[in-house]
């Protein structure tokens, strides 16, 4: 009897002994659980940007990246993005990727080199403004990337040119920093533009004249309200008063022929110039801008000449029409008109 009740005793406790070793081993369980589904958590690989074309596809922080856009090289430069290759003959002198001998050059837009392209086998293209219109060339040259098509209309076409102006930059940046995993530089950088176009709209006091205007070779062109170059889109932007209103303008590169003397009898409270040549480095012997403007006699009795009211563009602006380049133009406008 004595050896039975020994028996059980023992069995009992055996019985009990794997009951807490099965209890310990499902309390590991349930604390290893939420490690195992965290390893089984895929890495974000892809995303999806909407640009002038439709919904794209596109690798995050892809490899071989070829951008084409000029609204969009700074921005690359400063988030430090390696690019395979890029348009150097239609960029700014200074930018770290015209010195970069590993980044291949395609030329320029009217004469791209286009397979070039395709030899660097990218993952991405950042097509744009000059160079859309081979964006369907582009596509069929490398299957296999995800091109997207950064432009937006500010042409004598557009309905809203400054509010496109505006919200095309905006979006481009949005887009730049989901795929390459900047979204909070990207929202800085947005937020800093906004406060910059609230501060020149606040300087200006609604009644100044404006006249805007690009100098190249030497002559002056009129940059029209809405859709000149540059300072067209700004006219709806912040709600300048035109100095002059010309009819069938376009948004020509070097500006509407008007004469100075037309220039000149408007009589503008501001002019802001676009100096041209100073961004191209083809063009040898340029006069600069400032010499052309105040070395022309026909606008020396203009008020805005008198008045020292003659706002300068930065000297890259024609090859480099960056979110940050109107920021610096915008900063110059909220200092100089609220003086």
């Not at 200006?204 to 002056?220: A, H, K, P, Q, R």
């Not at 676009?274 to 191209?280: H, S, T």
Request: charged content about 25%; glycine content about 6%.
């Amino acid at each position: 009897m004595k050896n039975f009740k020994a028996f059980l005793m023992l069995t009992v406790l055996a019985v009990f002994l794997v009951a807490c070793s099965n209890s310990g081993d499902d309390k590991n369980k349930e604390t290893e659980e939420p490690k195992d589904k965290e390893d089984a958590t895929e890495e974000v690989t892809t995303v999806e940007v909407k640009d002038a074309h439709g919904t794209v596809t596109v690798p995050v922080n892809p490899k071989k990246v070829v951008a084409l856009d000029n609204r969009t090289f700074e921005t690359l430069a400063d988030w430090n993005i390696e690019l395979a290759a890029v348009p150097k003959a239609v960029m700014p002198a200074d930018s770290p990727y015209v010195a970069d001998e590993k980044v291949v050059d395609i030329g320029n837009h009217r004469e791209p080199k286009l397979e070039e392209i395709a030899a660097v086998d990218p993952e991405l293209v950042i097509v744009g403004q000059r160079f859309g219109s081979y964006y369907e060339d582009i596509k069929k040259l490398v299957p296999n990337a995800a091109v997207i098509d950064l432009s937006f209309d500010v042409s004598e076409e557009a309905a809203t040119p400054g509010e496109n102006l505006v919200n095309g930059l905006k979006d481009a940046t949005t887009m730049l920093g989901k795929i390459f995993d900047k979204n909070e530089e990207a929202e800085k950088l947005i937020a800093d533009f906004d406060e910059t176009i609230a501060s020149a709209k606040e300087a200006y006091n609604g009644e100044d004249t404006v006249m805007g205007v690009i100098v190249s070779g030497g002559d002056i062109g009129f940059s029209a309200p809405s859709h000149g170059r540059v300072w067209g889109p700004m006219f709806d932007i912040f709600g300048w008063v035109p100095a002059l209103e010309v009819k069938n303008t376009s948004a020509d590169h070097q500006g509407d022929e008007v004469s100075v003397e037309a220039i000149a009898q408007s009589n503008p409270d501001w002019i802001f110039v676009l100096d041209r040549d100073a961004a191209v480095r083809s063009i040898e012997d340029a006069v600069p801008a400032k010499d052309v403007i105040e070395n022309a006699p026909a606008l020396q009795n203009t008020k805005a000449i008198k008045e020292n009211h003659v706002l300068y563009a930065p000297a890259d602006t024609y090859t480099n029409e960056s979110l940050q380049t109107f920021m610096k133009i915008f900063q110059n406008m909220a200092d100089s008109l609220g003086k």
